[in-house]
């Protein structure tokens, strides 16, 4: 099967101005979650989403969205930059569909966002 | 918050050495699951090993091994007979009751040929 995929891979921005990070998950998984990697602050979680809802949600500004399609493909939408939003995102899929947790989460290559 | 700690940094090792990177968490869920995930310089990570609240048996696979303690709240995985290609940024990582996973800041691993 194929992984995880991610696109753009690298996207260079100027403040203010907003972007779309597009994720398509494993074929066959339901859950998509999206994660905030910086020097400073690790891995975040930013939020998850199974079944076109969002079902999980981290410690982000609304200035964070995302969308999950009828196909699993998620977006996350970050509008109004700062400068520290500059940062790895990781989106990873999962096969988690029932209401336990606990599937392992597969991780792709990330889109490095850089705020200038 | 329920941490996931890696209180190693960073740790440089000689092809061959065996070499041991600790993780430590902390929970109040009775089910929860950790994971292992290596990131190499390319940025994704990887997944490693998966091992659920119930499950104590350490676990082998080739160079790899891990030791999960429940008493101590601990699971710590070792790489024998390191090698370069090793060398990555290695995170200990735990989901509880969502599906939110947890990771721990990551350890940094050189192994030097």
């Known amino acids: 099967k194929a992984g995880v995929t991610q696109t753009p891979r690298y996207l260079i921005k100027t403040r203010g101005q907003q972007v779309t990070l597009s994720c398509s998950p494993i074929s066959g998984h339901r859950s998509v979650s999206w994660y905030q990697q910086t020097p400073g602050q690790g891995l975040q979680f930013l939020f998850e989403y199974f079944s076109e809802t969002q079902r999980n949600k981290g410690n982000f500004p609304g200035r964070f969205s995302g969308r999950q399609f009828s196909n699993s493909r998620s977006e996350m939408n970050v509008s109004t930059l700062e400068l520290g939003d500059s940062a790895l995102y990781l989106c990873a899929s999962s096969g988690w569909a029932s209401g336990g947790p606990g599937d392992t989460q597969y991780f792709g290559p990330g889109t490095r966002l850089t705020v200038l | 918050a329920q941490k996931v700690t890696q209180a190693q940094t960073e740790i440089s090792v000689v092809e061959k050495e065996d070499v041991t990177l600790d993780c430590v968490y902390e929970?109040?869920?009775?089910?929860?699951?950790l994971f292992w995930y290596k990131q190499p310089p390319s940025g994704e990570l990887v997944f490693l090993i998966r091992r659920n609240s119930f499950d104590e048996q350490n676990e082998i696979s080739g160079r790899y091994s891990w030791n999960f303690q429940k008493s101590t709240s601990s699971f710590n995985f070792t790489i024998t007979a390191s090698q370069v290609v090793d060398s990555a940024v290695y995170f200990c990582?735990?989901?509880?009751?969502?599906?939110?996973?947890?990771f721990g800041k990551g350890i940094t691993l050189s192994v030097r040929p």
């Open positions: 990582a735990k989901h509880g009751a969502n599906s939110k996973l947890t």
């Open positions: 929970t109040r869920d009775t089910t929860y699951y």
